[in-house]
Nanobody, 125 residues
Framework: QVQLVESGGGSVQAGGSLRLSCAASGRTFSTYAMGWFRQVPGKEREFVAV????????NYAGSVKGRFTISRDNAKNTVYLQMNSLKPEDTAVYYC??????????????????WGQGTQVTVSS
């Protein structure tokens, strides 16, 4: 099991950038696929991006493809989400999630076993 703590959220104007970080505890971080999801009030949590446990494969939601980049640093037990060209519709609470030996097909909320507490991202127009 890993425990996850997100950071890096905040407020930014449309067109700006933010980088989210998710720090994981434990010595088996490299065996976990890591995903990012987001949720706005009244809506279901939606998939944003995933990076496979080996780090070689990534997958993105269509709404963020080309603007967001997921990466991981296994030496630091950390996964990142670089968000560029932000839009007001990107406003949400962003959650980090983990699943052991997951891959780029891990795009459903139910695929994941461990979740962080979330970090708020607000994009103003």
């Amino acid at each position: 099991q890993v425990q996850l703590v997100e950071s890096g959220g905040g407020s930014v104007q449309a067109g700006g950038s933010l980088r989210l970080s998710c720090a994981a505890s434990g010595r088996t971080f490299s065996t976990y696929a890591m995903g990012w999801f987001r949720q706005v009030p009244g809506k279901e949590r939606e998939f944003v991006a995933v990076i496979s446990w080996g780090g070689g494969r990534t997958n993105y939601a269509g709404s963020v493809k080309g603007r967001f980049t997921i990466s991981r640093d296994n030496a630091k037990n950390t996964v990142y989400l670089q968000m560029n060209s932000l839009k007001p519709e990107d406003t949400a609470v962003y959650y980090c999630a983990a699943v052991m030996f997951g891959d780029s097909r891990s795009v459903r909320e139910a695929d994941y076993t461990n979740w962080g507490q979330g970090t708020q991202v607000t994009v103003s127009s």
